[in-house]
């Protein structure tokens, strides 16, 4: 069931068009994602979603209260240095009729509820970020640039606060540039481009739509004209001869297993299998887009 449904949006300021055309529909409970370059449309569509924008064309559904059910985190989170986490969290939780328990969001983001906003780090930041766009008690979360800017560390935190918030049943509207953040955490994902949806699909099932190609690369000294003959393999290429050639095979499928059962791997040295990535799927998906 649709939770939210967004047809034919459309966003302008004057003459610039921010977004084109831009349909999409969430599932209830889903880690949904939109991905894309920069000034692709991303945050205007979620303002949109999340009412802080009128469309100028198009239609957006959102089976909640705005008010009361959405919550949303925004691409920077600024406070007033000397508000205490408590603080903030106590404010925010003071303008819904039922809000959650802030103490246990708080303790949940791993945040001291006696420290003041100027002297969290980054990380720390976003996460209570998160904590106030949840305080509602919100039946859908919209976070918009969650992670950027932050530690290998610090991000692995957020995401797995963002875990936790999806299993609670909460449906999660999350705006992202990094392909690991969205294969960690989106069940499925809209790929946007210069205003329009060029995609919408599962991580894995954008990598199968762009080719989902395998390399596999190794050196041997064996014969490898059998390879050629093999349904999942492309193409072979070797480099050199004798036993410092190397081969590279392209295909699909379930190449390795299908190679090694030619060509067994222990004549096979320094074998590394590489595959189509999310980061291959994103760039062939968004073409030559400026970013």
Same mark, same amino acid.
């Given at each position: ?35 894309? &370059? ?22 957006? %559904? ?34 819904? *009729? ?48 969650? %992670? ?15 875990? &936790?918030?999806?299993? &609670? ?17 989106? @069940?499925?994902?809209?790929?946007? *481009? ?44 070797? %480099? ?13 499928? @379930?190449?390795? *297993? ?34």
């Amino acid at each position: 069931m649709a939770i939210i449904t967004v047809d034919h949006l459309r966003k302008t300021y004057g003459t610039r068009v921010a977004v084109e055309d831009v349909s999409f529909s969430v599932k209830e409970g889903e880690v949904f994602g939109i991905v894309g &370059r920069n000034g692709a449309g991303k945050t205007t569509t979620v303002e949109c979603v999340a009412g802080l924008r009128t469309p100028t064309a198009g239609t957006v %559904t959102v089976d909640a209260d705005l008010k009361e059910q959405v919550g949303v985190q925004l691409q920077e989170c600024s406070l007033p240095d000397k508000i205490r986490v408590g603080e903030a969290l106590a404010l925010y939780a003071s303008f819904y *009729s039922r809000p959650a328990d802030w103490r246990a969001l708080a303790a949940e983001a791993g945040l001291d509820l006696r420290v003041p906003f100027a002297k969290l780090s980054g990380g720390q930041r976003q996460r209570l970020s998160v904590a106030l766009a949840l305080v509602g008690n919100p039946r859908v979360a919209i976070l918009d640039e969650l %992670t950027t800017g932050l530690d290998p560390q610090a991000r692995r935190e957020t995401w797995d606060l963002v875990t &936790r918030i999806r299993d &609670r049943g909460v449906t999660v509207l999350l705006v992202t540039h990094f392909m690991e953040e969205v294969e960690r955490l989106c @069940d499925r994902v809209a790929v946007i *481009s210069r205003g329009r949806v060029r995609a919408v699909d599962t991580p894995a099932g954008l990598v199968a739509r762009t080719g989902g190609e395998q390399r596999l690369v190794f050196h041997t000294g064996e014969p490898v004209d059998g390879l050629r003959a093999l349904p999942e393999v492309t193409s072979v290429t070797v %480099t050199g001869d004798g036993n410092g050639a190397e081969v590279t095979v392209t295909g699909s499928a @379930d190449l390795l *297993s299908a190679v090694t059962a030619v060509l067994p791997a222990s004549r096979m040295r320094d074998l590394r299998l590489e595959r189509t990535t999310l980061d291959d799927a994103f760039l062939v998906l968004t073409g030559q887009e400026e970013s």
